[in-house]
């Protein structure tokens, strides 16, 4: 079912991340983690499609997207980072299996990151966020999405690493299968794996060699 929803607002949270809050129909609903297929609503454009996460919570007013764009072709992101307040974009039905199932660790990479923010937004609303780690991978400082206020949400159980930038503040180690194991003590917990494919297939399949319940690894299938 498709319904057409004006922006009502537009801004950057970093130099190519745009957020954007739309108009919310009445009783569209989705889960901490689910995604909408979206377009845009000019000619030529209605029918591209791509998949996007919900970064808000589903009792906000407004549904909201946290999205990266690629302006180097003049794909959808592209076309995503022209637009408007009072433009009008199409959203669809909700799909999507990353769902929050219990305390564990949170592995992002680039835009990763957006399921996982409107599943720690709802854990910090509820004071459910004890328990749960983030380790967030970006090429550089400058490219971490909402970092304050994944801080702000987690304190130290932030950990950021950058693996483009050799004078970063932040810890340069790739999240590869020494680092798990040097920073993960309890492989029983729930692990929650979200950015390239290449990363989701390669960490997941790590984690089952070091002792994770397959059943305990999430990342959209």
């Not at 971490?144 to 180690?173: C, P, V, W």
């Not at 929650?192 to 990342?219: H, K, R, W």
Request: net charge negative; charged share 25%.
């Amino acid at each position: 079912m498709e319904q057409i929803v004006k922006i009502l607002s537009a801004k950057y949270v970093t130099h190519n991340v745009r957020q954007f809050r739309l108009e919310k129909p009445a009783g569209y609903s989705f889960i901490p983690g689910q995604a909408t297929e979206l377009s845009i609503n000019i000619e030529g454009w209605r029918d591209e499609t791509r998949p996007f996460t919900f970064t808000c919570l589903n009792d906000d007013d407004y549904l909201e997207f946290t999205i990266k764009t690629y302006t180097d072709h003049d794909g959808v992101t592209n076309r995503l980072s022209k637009v408007n307040e009072g433009d009008e974009l199409i959203i669809r039905d909700v799909w999507g299996a990353i769902e929050y199932k219990g305390a564990g660790y949170f592995i992002a990479g680039g835009a990763g990151i957006t399921p996982f923010l409107a599943i720690l937004r709802q854990l910090n609303k509820d004071g459910s966020i004890a328990g749960n780690k983030l380790f967030f991978s970006n090429k550089t400082d400058k490219d971490i999405i909402l970092r304050d206020e994944l801080k702000s949400i987690l304190g130290a159980n932030a950990h950021f690493t950058i693996t483009g930038q050799k004078d970063s503040m932040y810890d340069q180690r790739r999240i590869d299968a020494e680092f798990l194991k040097a920073e993960i003590k309890d492989f029983s917990k729930h692990f929650y794996i979200c950015g390239p494919d290449a990363m989701v297939t390669e960490l997941s399949d790590i984690l089952g060699q070091l002792g994770a319940n397959s059943d305990s690894v999430v990342f959209e299938r």
